[in-house]
């Protein structure tokens, strides 16, 4: 058996949201996203089980492409930052991905690089997000260079990034998005805008491609949740159980630097998952932890391999309980990352991503 901490990956629940993400943009391709070894969930496994789904994927660089490829994906594949450095060029021609490119030297080396096919290129401009991105005043003579190269033409397609569109205030959001209308009209491009707030929320933003992240994974990066994001489902639940159970008269502290004092005659039950694992050390006495499917709390700063919980008014917990961290309860009830990223200050993205290799991923759910 071992050590009971495990990320259960639900890969019925992907799909579902995949094609939600789908729906919500009958006239859209939806790129999966996939990078960061899909948000911590396996990128092979997600690709294996999207693929029937998906026309194509996206990834951060040409390392995360080239597992994919090793590992049987032969869908396109995008590079969301290009290249690096200008010597992967024939790497990126050989593994047949796609790429952004979003700065004057990737152009050169592009153009100088002659593939024996065009490589699809995605031109990036910085509409707002001032990440990367060609500023909207050098696009035009960026975009007439590639589009005037032999065989570069037909697959130029035009790609920004959002700075808000999770945001309940949209001013800046509206912003981007009328500037990036008006530089595609003038181009006549092609778009790939839309993330996954901008997927669930604002059908205008919607392209001739999407890039849907982390709602693949059944966040909700919404700040106000809509019809759309509720129907998200959690792909990742991370679960263990309690290992020792402390009775603790009033006012005897629990952990490190005694940060939680039992207010009262207290139970707490010490559970196998800490930040050696990835489990935020951030998390505040408070945060909500599933005890065999009912909701309690965490009691105590979080250490490497243990975290502590109150099961005071939980009288049935005991060694052996399933304590879920975040996802779904095997008896239906879910927590959600969202929300225990509330509690840690920070966003689901991190928390996801943050889960550690020693954590045993299992998958449940189609594998295409
Ligand atoms: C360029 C780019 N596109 C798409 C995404 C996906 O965003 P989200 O996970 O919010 O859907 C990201 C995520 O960081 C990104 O950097």
Redesign the pocket.
């Known amino acids: 058996m071992g050590r009971p901490l495990i990320a259960e990956i639900d890969l019925d629940a992907l799909r579902h949201n995949y094609c939600l993400a789908r729906e919500l943009a009958p006239h859209s391709q939806a ?1 999966a ?1 996939l ?1 960061a070894d899909a ?1 911590g969930h396996g990128a092979l496994a997600c690709a294996r089980a999207l693929d029937d789904l998906a026309p194509a994927f ?1 990834v ?1 660089c040409i390392e995360e492409a080239q597992a994919l490829r090793d590992g049987g994906i032969d869908k396109p594949i995008v590079l ?2 290009g290249i690096f450095h200008g010597d992967e060029l024939p790497r990126v021609e050989s593994l047949g991905l796609w790429m ?1 490119v979003h700065s004057e030297w990737q152009v050169d080396a592009l153009l100088d690089y002659r593939p024996r096919h065009p490589i699809p290129v995605w031109v ?1 401009v910085d509409s707002g997000m001032h990440r ?1 991105g060609f500023s909207p005043e050098r696009l035009p003579e960026i975009w007439q260079r590639l589009a005037g190269a032999p065989g570069y033409a037909c697959d130029l397609h035009l ?1 920004s ?1 959002f700075a808000t ?2 945001a309940l205030e949209t001013r800046y959001f509206r912003r981007q998005l009328a500037l990036l209308n008006e530089l595609a009209t003038r181009l006549d491009a092609p778009t790939c805008l839309a ?3 901008a ?1 669930l929320a604002w059908p205008q933003a919607h392209g001739a491609w999407n ?6 994974y059944g966040s909700d ?1 919404l700040e106000g949740a809509n019809d759309a994001s509720r129907a998200l489902r959690p792909v990742m639940t991370l679960h263990s159980e309690i290992i020792a159970v402390q009775e603790l008269d009033a006012g005897e502290p629990v952990g490190y630097g005694g940060r939680w004092i039992a207010p009262r005659p207290s139970r707490i039950g010490v559970v196998a998952a800490g930040y050696g694992d990835g489990y935020d050390r951030h998390a505040v006495d408070g945060t909500p932890v599933l005890v065999d499917g009912r909701r309690t709390v965490l009691a105590g700063k979080v250490s490497m391999d243990m975290l502590t919980v109150d099961i005071t008014d939980l009288p049935e917990a005991a060694i052996g309980s399933r304590v879920t961290l975040w996802g779904r309860d095997p008896g239906g009830e879910v927590l959600s990352v969202d929300e225990v990223a509330r509690h840690c200050d920070t966003i689901s ?1 991190t928390l996801l991503t943050g889960i550690l290799p020693r954590v045993p991923r299992r998958y449940h759910g189609s594998m295409s």
């Open positions: 790129l996203v990078k948000y996206a951060a969301l930052e952004a990036k990367l790609m990034h569109a999770d993330n996954s707030p997927t890039r849907p992240g982390v709602m693949l990066p993205y």
